[in-house]
């Protein structure tokens, strides 16, 4: 992809990244109302007002280009050019007024996730990673910890009600091996592990909105993120994330979930 195509792919989603924000900052504290999606996950007027908004954008400025929003779905995902948007990730924090929650935005060419973006509103930080760039948080150049020892590790999950029984014991696993462990962070965490704060990553996740845009971030600021048995995260991917500050860490991680995963259990 000529560098020229990414730094306008860049500016657009800050512009996004500027949207949301708004939206979300001028909701903020006054939202308590919300539906219950299919898998019994909140929603709220705001999660579907941001996302209309990005929609909006993106078919104004790239009428070719495909969407994978939360809220309303897939369109042309097909093109080679596909946005992948969550509004608000974290909804449970955003309602409880808890500030960890954010926009994830992300762009996937021909599947694989090249700009991710995780935009906190209400701190204002902002963690933009894109091919052949170094990872920033609002502006300024940021990496991920030089920690390569697993028990001295700190490790994030975002939500323990993610796991079944089948997976519950693979973050189990993990959390005994390391330092100590993390919980609640959503999107946020993971911008602390680009900066650096946090040393490993693991999730749950059901769909690619909740962790394609942390693809980017992470990997141009030093660290690797996959699947649970390694594979690289694409528009296809499942959601299960293993994310670490350095190759090292995560091959350490890796080892130990897989020794802990059932047999015939999917990674992704």
Not at 53 to 65: C, Q, T, Y
Not at 218 to 234: R, S
Request: aromatic content about 8%; some cysteine.
């Amino acid at each position: 992809m000529p560098t020229s195509d990414i730094r306008n792919f860049i500016a657009f989603a800050q512009e996004m990244a500027e949207a949301s924000g708004a939206i979300i900052r001028e909701a903020a504290g006054r939202i308590n109302a919300f539906d219950s999606k299919g898998d019994d996950s909140p929603v709220t007027e705001i999660d579907r007002r941001v996302e209309t908004e990005l929609r909006r954008r993106i078919g104004e400025a790239f009428p070719e280009h495909g969407i994978q929003g939360e809220e309303f779905g897939a369109q042309a995902t097909g093109a080679d050019y596909v946005w992948v948007l969550d509004p608000i990730d974290g909804t449970k924090a955003f309602v409880a007024g808890i500030p960890v929650f954010g926009t994830l935005i992300a762009l996937a060419h021909r599947g694989v996730p090249v700009l991710g973006v995780i935009d906190q509103p209400m701190t204002r930080e902002r963690w933009i990673g894109a091919d052949g760039f170094p990872t920033t948080l609002n502006g300024r150049r940021v990496a991920t910890s030089g920690r390569t020892v697993l028990s001295e590790a700190v490790l994030s999950t975002s939500n323990i009600e993610l796991y079944d029984p089948a997976s519950l014991p693979v973050f189990e696993a993990l959390r005994s091996s390391v330092h100590w462990c993390v919980y609640g962070g959503s999107c946020y965490a993971y911008g602390r592990l680009a900066s650096g704060g946090i040393d490993v990553a693991i999730d749950r996740f059901t769909t690619p909105h909740d962790v394609l845009a942390h693809v980017p971030v992470i990997a141009n600021a030093g660290g690797v993120i996959t699947d649970w048995e390694g594979a690289p995260l694409t528009l296809h991917s499942s959601g299960r994330c293993l994310a670490a500050a350095n190759p090292a860490l995560h091959r350490a991680a890796l080892d130990r979930i897989a020794r802990r995963r059932p047999a015939g259990t999917p990674a992704a």
